[in-house]
């Protein structure tokens, strides 16, 4: 998992509410992006950012929300928006240029109560 | 747009055997591929990644993997396989040739779970 965290490693979410995952990297990559996994289903694109103050939707953004304030963090927001948000969310980054490797963080596993 | 197929939801194979987990993959332009593996409730671990040269790439913990152009395909290989290969493997392409940030995108297959019987 080398120099990205993500906290917290478990999360539950009531109804209604919004909560907020971290992740930080200390590997000093430009890009960062969140990922969703659910069983069956592979890792599917929320959101990425190539550069700080700078981030695009990926393929599933709705009910999501980023921030890039900071080169090192890239926090996400789950809204109250999403409807079934319990899975597997993954934080990854890389240096610039299109054939560097992604590396991940350990994963935060949200749950619904 | 860029699409990728992991034929086998599972592969069992027995302990000391060779092992095959296949990965199909479509892109308008020359890929970039990649192999990543996942234990229980961890994150995803890098294993090896084909750019350009030389067909078969050599990676950690013993794994391999050749492109083949013609056949649009990636398949992950180990000569002999142990107890500890057992996981989740993921196969990802990207297509340099997409349009703007696009281009950065890494698109993955739903995976593939190794079971190596001892």
């Known amino acids: 998992d080398g120099g990205i965290t993500q906290s917290p490693k478990y999360l539950f979410r009531k109804e209604g509410q919004n909560v907020t995952l971290s992740c930080e990297q200390n590997?000093?990559?430009?890009?960062m992006y969140w990922y969703r996994q659910d069983p069956g289903q592979g890792l599917r694109l929320i959101y990425y950012?190539?550069?700080?103050?700078?981030?695009q939707k990926g393929d599933i953004a709705e009910g999501y929300s980023v921030s890039r304030e900071k080169k090192e963090s890239f926090p996400l927001t789950v809204t109250s928006a999403q409807k079934n948000p319990t899975a597997f969310y993954l934080c990854?980054?890389?240096?610039?240029?299109?054939?560097?490797?992604?590396?991940f963080g350990p994963g935060t596993r949200l749950l619904v109560l | 747009a860029q699409s990728v197929a992991q034929p086998e939801d599972q592969v069992n194979v027995a302990e000391g055997n060779p092992l095959t987990v296949k990965c199909t993959y479509s892109?308008?332009?020359?890929?970039?591929l990649f192999w990543y593996v996942q234990y229980p409730n961890r994150g995803l671990q890098f294993l090896l990644k084909?750019?350009?040269?030389?067909?078969l790439v050599k990676g950690s913990y013993g794994f391999e993997a050749e492109f083949n152009k013609s056949q649009t395909s990636f398949h992950l290989k180990k000569p002999s396989a142990l107890v500890s290969d057992s996981a989740l493997y993921f196969c990802?392409?990207?297509?340099?040739?997409?349009?703007?940030?696009?281009?950065?995108?890494?698109?993955f297959g739903k995976g593939t779970k190794l079971s190596v019987i001892p």
């Open positions: 990854a980054s890389n240096k610039p240029g299109q054939q560097e490797t992604q590396y």
């Open positions: 590997l000093n990559h430009d890009a």
């Open positions: 950012s190539q550069i700080v103050n700078d981030f």
């Open positions: 892109v308008s332009g020359n890929p970039y």
């Open positions: 084909y750019i350009t040269g030389d067909n």
């Open positions: 990802a392409v990207r297509d340099p040739s997409g349009s703007g940030a696009g281009s950065y995108q890494l698109t």
